[in-house]
């Protein structure tokens, strides 16, 4: 079963189990509520509402809220002197569907499960993770160096030949005709 979904002023094909991209919802992560604006629910039996179906429901939980990547913005006019460079970030908000409810009653869920992406978690973690290394580096054995030979002679050195004035190049400056 799959649905369209309307989110921020653009539509969505979700079935249950998929993660979206939508533009940015105001909820916090791991939060799960309810999408109301479905246009169309689609499967054995196909719903299509003008402009919603009533009594449809997706439920979807908050994965991620974070910026797209960078696109550039250049604007120029011609022989004018102008030239302008910006570069913009989207928000958005990561959804994962959980489950798509028909206005018959019938359920379609996943049995995935979400998995919510928390920068300050993973923070944390690397964090934590130098600290570890650092212990197990001061556990190991310690590596025996190799000594450098000592050289026997003096080493040659090569003398640079001093380049000399620059050739003048063969090519003479354009005359002008008037």
Do not use: C, N, W
Not at 80 to 101: A, P
Not at 111 to 121: C, E, G, I, L, N
């Amino acid at each position: 079963m799959y649905a369209i979904i309307r989110a921020g002023g653009k539509q969505y094909k979700v079935e249950a189990g998929d993660t979206v991209r939508v533009e940015k919802i105001e909820k916090k992560l791991g939060d799960s509520f309810e999408l109301a604006e479905v246009l169309m629910v689609g499967g054995d039996k196909a719903f299509v509402g003008s402009p919603l179906v009533s009594g449809a429901k997706v439920t979807a939980v908050v994965t991620r809220q974070a910026k797209a990547s960078k696109i550039i913005v250049f604007k120029k006019k011609r022989r004018q002197g102008y030239r302008k460079m910006q570069g913009h970030r989207q928000l958005f908000t990561e959804l994962f569907i959980q489950s798509i409810t028909t206005p018959e009653g019938t359920v379609a869920k996943t049995d995935k499960s979400a998995r919510v992406f928390d920068p300050a978690k993973s923070a944390e973690r690397k964090a934590a993770a130098p600290k570890a290394k650092a212990s197990a580096s001061a556990e190991a054995p310690a590596k025996k160096t190799a000594a450098k030979k000592a050289s026997g002679g003096a080493k040659k050195t090569a003398t640079k030949k001093a380049s000399g004035a620059k050739k003048a190049s063969g090519k003479t400056a354009a005359t002008k005709k008037s």
